[in-house]
T-cell receptor, first 115, second 113 residues
Framework: GAVVSQHPSRVICKSGTSVKIECRSLDFQATTMFWYRQFPKQSLMLMATSNEGSKATYEQGVEKDKFLINHASLTLSTLTVTSAHPEDSSFYIC???????????FGPGTRLLVL | GNSVTQMEGPVTLSEEAFLTINCTYTATGYPSLFWYVQYPGEGLQLLLKATKADDKGSNKGFEATYRKETTSFHLEKGSVQVSDSAVYFCALSDSGTGNQFYFGTGTSLTVIP
């Protein structure tokens, strides 16, 4: 089946630094990818829609300047958490729609801990 | 608008017990419905899906039937195993591929031997 990977799987950083998370569709192309954030014991919250070749679409309340999204190619989207703070610590998950199976495939997630 | 309401957990069952996790939805269009499973420390995996009314999705002994008349997509399994312990998310997509997913809050299932 279709596979979506994320890198890194875990990252610990100091407050004030920036962290880049990659999301790749390994065996299919995706013009759109989605970024979610999940707090402990809660559901996924859609942060933004990443669009290849154009600007990302952010959900209400999500800071564009803090969560930079770049959809560099048909198989890669990156989320950069800029000037990270402890409250940005969370589980970040990406997904990509697989046209043939009409299903979203999710990456394994990236756990970010900001000290 | 679109939303998913899911049975609150946590749910604790003994091995081989029958499982039902309720899920109802509201949608402006004609959605596709999904169940995803999240094992501890991992991302979401598609468990099953249904794209039209009366469709039954099934996988690994789990089943769910798309009921348009009751706007429901309840997850069932006849005999749960310890390895089924995970968080289960009901979700809908209102226009199929490429569109936003709407998730329920998740139901944590623990199966004890």
């Amino acid at each position: 089946g279709a596979v979506v990977s994320q890198h890194p799987s875990r990252v610990i950083c100091k407050s004030g630094t920036s962290v880049k998370i990659e999301c790749r569709s390994l065996d299919f192309q995706a013009t759109t990818m989605f970024w979610y954030r999940q707090f402990p014991k809660q559901s996924l919250m859609l942060m933004a829609t990443s669009n290849e070749g154009s600007k990302a679409t952010y959900e209400q309340g999500v800071e564009k300047d803090k969560f930079l999204i770049n959809h560099a190619s048909l198989t890669l989207s990156t989320l950069t958490v800029t000037s990270a703070h402890p409250e940005d610590s969370s589980f970040y998950i990406c997904s990509a729609p697989h046209a043939k199976s009409e299903t979203q495939y999710f990456g394994p997630g990236t756990r970010l801990l900001v000290l | 608008g679109n939303s998913v309401t899911q049975m609150e957990g946590p749910v604790t069952l003994s091995e081989e017990a029958f499982l039902t996790i309720n899920c109802t939805y509201t949608a402006t269009g004609y959605p596709s419905l999904f169940w995803y499973v999240q094992y501890p420390g991992e991302g979401l995996q598609l468990l099953l899906k249904a794209t039209k009314a009366d469709d039954k999705g099934s996988n690994k002994g789990f089943e769910a039937t798309y009921r348009k008349e009751t706007t429901s997509f309840h997850l069932e399994k006849g005999s749960v195993q310890v390895s089924d312990s995970a968080v289960y998310f009901c979700a809908l997509s209102d226009s199929g591929t490429g569109n936003q997913f709407y998730f329920g809050t998740g139901t944590s299932l623990t199966v004890i031997p």
